[in-house]
Nanobody, 121 residues
Framework: QVQLVESGGGLVQPGGSLRLSCAVS????????MGWFRQVPGQKREGVSC???????YYLDSVKGRFTISKDNAKNTVYLQMNSLKPEDTAGYYC???????????????RGPGTQVTVSS
């Protein structure tokens, strides 16, 4: 059974950092690309970042240079290091499957609780 558990969100001031984690069970990251999307209530879901099986990465333009995606296959966990956070990064963040070739396609299905990121002074 597929289970995703996101964690690491919180309240941070503009310019601050957070590290999100997504613990995956039910399938092996050696064989599947995983990434993150975010959603603000009432707004369209937005694919943020993806890491493929060969470590090809994709980033939304607005987070390039600030966010870094990584994974630990031994722990079956995907991470999103978020630096220089801005108020517009405020959203619920969810991990999801995505395109293995870095083309920025996401399935936008939330299989876990997500983790809330709030950037505010």
């Amino acid at each position: 059974q597929v289970q995703l558990v996101e964690s690491g969100g919180g309240l941070v001031q503009p310019g601050g950092s957070l590290r999100l984690s997504c613990a995956v069970s039910g399938f092996n990251l050696d064989y599947y690309a995983m990434g993150w999307f975010r959603q603000v209530p009432g707004q369209k879901r937005e694919g943020v970042s993806c890491i493929g099986t060969s470590n090809i990465t994709y980033y939304l333009d607005s987070v390039k240079g600030r966010f870094t995606i990584s994974k630990d296959n031994a722990k079956n966990t995907v991470y999103l290091q978020m630096n220089s956070l801005k108020p517009e990064d405020t959203a619920g963040y969810y991990c999801t499957s995505c395109d293995d070739e870095g083309r920025g396609n996401f399935d936008f299905i939330s299989r876990g609780p997500g983790t809330q990121v709030t950037v505010s002074s």
